[in-house]
């Protein structure tokens, strides 16, 4: 089993930044990908961010690219999303996601084997 707890969240002014973290316990040493997820009241989760744990490749969604940087500790386990430039349109509850096996593509919630709680990131105009 795998525990993802997120962190990090609240409440910023457009333009502001914060920084999400996600702390794996468990299972994590044959970790294939960590996600960033969001979902807005009313809309379906979106893709954010996401890493392939072997090759560090970074992958994120257009909305974000610019201003959205994932990276990761190996040695706490852990991943973060720092989010700067933030929008309106920001404001989503963020979950962390991971993956065990393979999968070609990191951008579908449905892949993924665990989720943490999320976190709630309220952006204010």
């Known amino acids: 089993q795998v525990q993802l707890v997120e962190s990090g969240g609240g409440l910023v002014q457009a333009g502001g930044s914060l920084r999400l973290s996600c702390a794996a316990s468990?299972?994590?040493?044959?970790?294939?990908?960590m996600g960033w997820f969001r979902q807005a009241p009313g809309k379906e989760r979106e893709f954010v961010a996401a890493i392939r744990w072997r090759d560090v490749n970074l992958y994120y969604a257009d909305s974000v690219k610019g201003r959205f940087t994932m990276s990761r500790d190996n040695d706490k386990n852990t991943v973060y999303l720092q989010m700067n430039s933030l929008k309106p349109e920001d404001t989503a509850v963020y979950y962390c996601a991971a993956r065990y096996a393979f999968i070609a593509r990191l951008t579908r919630d449905y892949e993924y084997d665990y989720w943490g709680q999320g976190t709630q990131v309220t952006v204010s105009s």
């Open positions: 468990g299972r994590t040493f044959s970790t294939y990908a």
